[in-house]
């Protein structure tokens, strides 16, 4: 599978950009989640394919990523989508270990659900051809901002082993690792990360 950069046509460097917020099924998400099905299956290619990816993407409905709980969330540079994200109310059992949660007392209940209001990132997104420009930082802002307005008092992600690009700039931005990053080569699944944006 190649690994070529994907060309985003009539996208300068220069152009201004436009925060939108979206339904899932506006087609301007489509090069969101086709370019991240790619980025996947490249990097996961002994696991998933990229038909697999697009369908595992799917398990969640779109209202999830809609008001009165979600949002997604495009950055357009000449109306054309290079970088979005987008949160959901997360209310399954989570990843890491509680005791290394900012507030291991309050974060979860006993079957490992959030105890508290939680935003769960998903879908982070750069185009690779326009990354290094401080995308993924504005997108995170932006959801952190907008999870915040919202009620959220905590925000919980995951992102995966062969991806340490997204794990440094989770720590970068503040997010603390539900795991332990001095073995984190070891591990084989997902590296769950969590960000209090109300103290306590």
């Not at 290394?100 to 939680?118: I, L, N």
């Not at 185009?127 to 901002?145: D, I, K, P, Q, S």
Request: glycine content about 8%; aromatic content about 6%; hydrophobic content about 35%.
């Amino acid at each position: 599978m190649s690994t070529a950069t994907r060309r985003t046509p009539g996208v300068s460097p220069g152009d201004e950009l436009d925060v939108r917020e979206v339904h899932l099924d506006d087609p301007l998400v489509r090069p969101l989640l086709e370019d991240l099905a790619h980025e996947y299956a490249t990097r996961y290619s002994d696991h998933l394919t990229e038909d697999e990816l697009l369908r595992e993407m799917s398990e969640y409905p779109a209202e999830d990523f809609a008001a009165p709980h979600g949002r997604l969330l495009l950055v357009l540079a000449a109306g054309v989508p290079v970088a979005g994200g987008a949160y959901r109310r997360r209310t399954e059992p989570e990843l890491g270990d509680l005791a290394r949660s900012a507030h291991p007392e309050s974060a979860r209940t006993e079957d490992g659900s959030p105890a508290v209001p939680t935003a769960e990132l998903k879908r982070i997104w750069t185009h690779n051809a326009h990354r290094r420009r401080g995308l993924a930082r504005l997108v995170l802002t932006e959801l952190e901002r907008r999870a915040g307005q919202n009620g959220y008092e905590r925000i919980y992600l995951t992102t995966g082993p062969r991806q340490p690009e997204a794990a440094g700039l989770y720590l970068s931005a503040g997010y603390a690792p539900l795991y332990d990053p001095t073995v984190q080569a070891e591990r084989p699944g997902p590296l769950a990360f969590e960000k209090w944006l109300c103290p306590r």
